[in-house]
T-cell receptor, first 115, second 115 residues
């Protein structure tokens, strides 16, 4: 596709369940980012991939959060044993090159609700 | 480490009036600065970016921003607001980390345009 695609667009899960969020970046983009957007909190950086490796995982809130990227393309963000405070919109972005002035393109996000 | 501060979580202007959204940054190295806009239920879209080529940057939809190093500011302006400008606006700073451009966002400013 032409843009960054995220699935599902909405996810409602019960507290304690595991969830997987998927991101398909723009073809050829080597850098991929995950952010979390909570009401009134702005965008919180979670993790950054360059190819399949993650040089910066500093934003992952706890060990319940993990992410992987395969084939330099699709990425999956996994949240284990979900808690209500995990409810947020999870945004994925990709950029062509890992340089500082390169535009990042964002997907429309996955809205996660933990009940 | 880098950070941005957006003054005013909500700004309201009349249609046709000047739009001014404030952003101050902190960076230990020369920064790259961005403004993104998020329309309801959509992903983030790049408005404009500063990459040291010119201090006055023009973006889409009539927006512009001026980089002022002495004030560590990158305020976003538009001479005449339109109803379609109602959205949330995010200022972001990019700096080198682990080989790539990690974007650090402000908490956002919700712009309301009134008749």
């Amino acid at each position: 596709g032409a843009g960054v695609s995220q699935s599902p667009s909405n996810k409602v899960t019960e507290k304690g369940k595991d969830v997987e969020l998927r991101c398909d970046p723009i073809s050829g983009h080597t850098a991929l980012y995950w952010y979390r957007q909570s009401l009134g909190q702005g965008l919180e950086f979670l993790i950054y991939f360059q190819g399949n490796s993650a040089p910066d995982k500093s934003g992952l809130p706890s060990d319940r959060f993990s992410a992987e990227r395969t084939g330099g393309s699709v990425s999956t963000l996994t949240i284990q044993r979900t808690q209500q405070e995990d409810s947020a919109v999870y945004l994925c972005a990709s950029s062509l090159r890992p340089f500082m002035n390169t535009e990042a393109f964002f997907g429309q996000g996955t809205r996660l609700t933990v009940v | 480490a880098q950070s941005v501060t957006q003054l005013g979580s909500h700004v309201s202007v009349s249609e046709g009036a000047l739009v001014l959204l404030r952003c101050n940054y902190s960076s230990s190295v020369p920064p790259y600065l961005f403004w993104y806009v998020q329309y309801p239920n959509q992903g983030l879209q790049l408005l404009l970016k500063y990459t040291s080529a010119a201090t006055l940057v023009k973006g889409i939809n009539g927006f512009e921003a001026e980089f002022k190093k002495s004030e560590t500011s990158f305020h976003l302006t538009k001479p005449s607001a339109h109803m379609s400008d109602a959205a949330e606006y995010f200022c972001a700073v990019s700096a080198f980390t682990g080989g790539g451009n990690k974007l650090t966002f402000g908490t956002g400013t919700q712009l309301k345009v009134e008749l």
